[in-house]
């Protein structure tokens, strides 16, 4: 059984940075990319970030690309995100997410290639 576990979300001010951690359980983590995901209130869940299971390919969405940096322990099972220049519009619930099948190499955007989701953080960035 998969289970994927985040931590590290806070309140920031504005500038300010937070490390997002997903530790996950229940299959060989090394095989497989992961992807980070966040959620507004109010607006659709939207990706952040992803990563292969090598950890040699990321993907990253336009919004925060040169801010955000996922990266991986694959003797931790664990998938990082650290978030810099934090800006209110990063306040959202954020989520970390694995697909259901093995994927070395690749890096996946799309939410429906993901079937196990974490509980979920809150990242609030006050003005």
């Known amino acids: 059984q998969v289970q994927l576990v985040e931590s590290g979300g806070g309140l920031v001010q504005a500038g300010g940075s937070l490390r997002l951690s997903c530790a996950a359980s229940?299959?060989?983590?090394?095989?497989?990319?992961m992807g980070w995901f966040r959620q507004a209130p109010g607006k659709e869940r939207e990706f952040v970030a992803a990563i292969s299971g090598s950890g040699a390919n990321l993907y990253y969405a336009d919004s925060v690309k040169g801010r955000f940096t996922v990266s991986r322990d694959n003797a931790k099972n664990t998938v990082y995100l650290q978030m810099n220049s934090l800006k209110p519009e990063d306040t959202a619930v954020y989520y970390c997410?694995?697909?259901?099948?093995?994927?070395?190499?690749?890096?996946?955007?799309?939410?429906?290639?993901?079937?196990?989701w974490g509980q979920g953080t809150q990242v609030t960035v006050s003005s």
């Open positions: 997410a694995q697909p259901e099948r093995r994927d070395y190499l690749g890096v996946h955007p799309r939410s429906y290639v993901y079937v196990y």
């Open positions: 229940g299959r060989t983590f090394s095989m497989y990319g």
